[in-house]
C-alpha cells in the first residue's frame, strides 16, 4: 500500500483509492446492488464504463456510487458556481452631510439611503465638522436621530450615533 501522502488525500476517493473490506453500492439509477468488495464493484463500475465514487465513508459500510465522476464533478462546479451567482453581499455605504443641511439636501441624503437601504445594504451617516463646527454636536445629534425617525419604515438603528474626532456617525441596516 502507497504511503498517504499530502498530494494523495487531495485527490477524490474513486475506482481503486477505496481501500475498505466491504463497502454497499448503489447502481447509476440510484438501486442498490447490495454489500460487495471493491474489486467486485469496481469490476461492474467498469462492464458500464463508469466510475466507482466514494458517496458517505462515516456510514457502516461506506456506500459507493456507480456514477460518471467527471460529469459527477462538473454538476457540483455549475451548482456552486450558480449559488455564488445569487448570494448578495451586504456593504457598508456612507452619505455624509453637514448639520447645517438644508432641506433639500437632506431629502437627496434621505432618497440616497433609502436606496441604499433597499438594495439590501447597510447605510453609513456621517457628519462632519469643521472647526469650531464641533461645539455644535447636539445638533449633529438631533440630525441622526431625525434621519433615523425617517427611514425607520426601512431600516433599524445598528449604532446609535455617536462621535469618532470631528465627525458623528451612525449605522443603519436594512430591515428584514
Known amino acids: 500500500m ?15 483509492r477505496i481501500r475498505f473490506p466491504k ?17 467486485e464493484a469496481l469490476r461492474l463500475a467498469e462492464e458500464k464504463e463508469l466510475d466507482l465514487v466514494l458517496v458517505s465513508d462515516k456510514a457502516d459500510p461506506p456506500v459507493c456510487r456507480i456514477m460518471d465522476y467527471g460529469k459527477f464533478k462538473f454538476e457540483q462546479e455549475k451548482k456552486a458556481r ?33 436606496k ?3 438594495d439590501g445594504d447597510k447605510v453609513k451617516a456621517t457628519i462632519m465638522f469643521r ?8 445638533l449633529a445629534e438631533s440630525l441622526l ?3 433615523a425617525t425617517d427611514l425607520q419604515e426601512l431600516a433599524e438603528v445598528q449604532q446609535a450615533p455617536k462621535r469618532e474626532g470631528r465627525n458623528m456617525m451612525m449605522l443603519l441596516s436594512p430591515k428584514k
Do not use: W
Not at 24 to 38: A, E, K, M, N
Open 131 to 138: 472647526g469650531r463646527e464641533i461645539q455644535h454636536s447636539d
Open 23 to 39: 463497502i454497499r453500492v448503489i447502481d447509476t439509477d440510484g438501486g442498490q446492488l447490495g454489500i460487495l468488495t471493491p474489486r
Open 145 to 147: 436621530q431625525r434621519m
Open 82 to 114: 450558480e449559488a455564488r451567482k445569487k448570494q448578495h453581499t451586504s456593504d457598508v455605504k456612507e452619505v455624509k452631510m453637514r448639520y447645517k443641511i438644508e432641506e433639500h439636501d437632506y431629502r437627496v441624503c434621505i432618497n440616497r439611503a433609502e
Open 2 to 16: 502507497p504511503p498517504i501522502t499530502k498530494q494523495n488525500r487531495d485527490l477524490p476517493t474513486i475506482n481503486e
Open 116 to 118: 441604499f437601504l433597499k
